[in-house]
């Protein structure tokens, strides 16, 4: 069965599991990633049938810095130094040029690769102490709720030998963004809290935010099927107006109200936009355990900033998916 490990001792067993090809759940700022040897193909492709992943959606590779990533990329660009001098560790994951020994599961097939910074300290020394690239997509089924702690990591793999390690709760709670450099413009494929204009204001130029249902960016960058990040029980985002409406059996999450009008059960969450980011799985995932025939989303508050504009932005695109019908 799965088990939670907290510490130096959760490191050691993590890094002897994944120098043995086996799989270990870590922490991240963003989710808790489902871990594997970047360069070992059968660890990848254990991955891939742990999490019921479609062999056409990519994975990002998770290094202990910008010396690790070169070792992965056939290009690595002046405007990839200044990002990772500006962002990493952090949010931000580069789409470049693959190596030829990066397996193609990791890449979908295509010729380039996903690598990011994790600024997580448990992360960090994980991949530090085996010395390797370590891929990480989210820690549950694919298509569930993206996990923000360990809990919803071990429930979603009870039943399995997988060791996860303990690192508290996710400080961004939703994935990174992803930027491809592979092309002459920069392009943000995957939304995520850290916003274009902030990485346009360290490369001194425009960047591209491409629509995520644009085909050409599926080989690309993860998280972008369309649906996504769904609870089983059947998902709505809804406005305040319409919170007054919701029948007693409908779980609410929101953050205007402080009671469920027809007395049902209501999950609080907050009223400020990085709050509300940091929370929006953990209470998808709450309302999914609870007894509810439905649940509703209330919209996000107003974004007051562009900093805010875009975890609005990495929000919206995340719940968009999360009630996919």
């Excluded at 001792?9 to 890094?15: D, T």
């Excluded at 020994?101 to 960090?124: F, I």
């Excluded at 989210?138 to 993206?146: Q, T």
């Excluded at 809990?151 to 491809?180: K, N, P, Q």
């Amino acid at each position: 069965m799965a088990e939670i490990v907290a510490g130096p001792e959760g490191i050691a067993m993590g890094v002897q599991r994944l120098a043995g090809g086996r799989l270990v759940a870590f922490p991240t700022e963003t989710v808790y990633g489902l871990g594997a040897d970047a360069l070992n193909a059968d660890a990848v492709q254990r991955v891939f049938a742990l999490k019921g992943r479609p062999s056409t959606n990519p994975l990002i590779v998770h290094v202990s810095g910008e010396e690790m990533a070169r070792t992965l990329t056939r290009h690595w660009p002046e405007e990839a130094t200044k990002l990772a001098k500006a962002f990493w560790p952090g949010p931000l994951t580069l789409v470049l040029p693959k190596v030829d020994h990066v397996p193609d599961a990791v890449t979908a097939g295509g010729d380039t690769v996903a690598v990011r910074c994790p600024e997580h300290p448990m992360a960090l020394a994980l991949i530090e102490a085996l010395g390797s690239p370590i891929v990480g997509p989210s820690a549950n089924p694919s298509g569930y709720i993206s996990p923000t702690t360990p809990e919803h990591v071990r429930d979603a793999f009870a039943s399995e030998d997988l060791l996860v390690l303990d690192g508290g709760h996710c400080r961004a709670g939703i994935e990174s963004t992803v930027l491809d450099l592979s092309s002459e413009t920069p392009r943000v494929l995957r939304p995520g809290v850290l916003g274009a204009h902030r990485i346009g204001e360290v490369l001194g130029c425009e960047v591209e935010v491409v629509e995520s249902s644009a085909v050409d960016t599926n080989a690309r960058s993860p998280g972008l099927i369309g649906a996504h990040y769904q609870p089983r029980t059947p998902t709505r985002l809804v406005s305040q107006e319409e919170l007054a409406n919701a029948p007693s059996t409908a779980v609410l999450i929101a953050w205007s109200i402080q009671t469920h009008p027809c007395g049902g059960e209501l999950i609080a969450i907050s009223d400020r936009l990085a709050g509300f980011a940091q929370s929006i799985y953990r209470a998808l995932h709450e309302g999914d355990r609870a007894k509810g025939t439905q649940i509703w989303v209330e919209n996000p508050p107003e974004a007051n900033d562009d900093d805010e504009r875009a975890i609005l932005y990495a929000l919206l695109e995340r719940l968009a998916r999360a009630t996919h019908a």
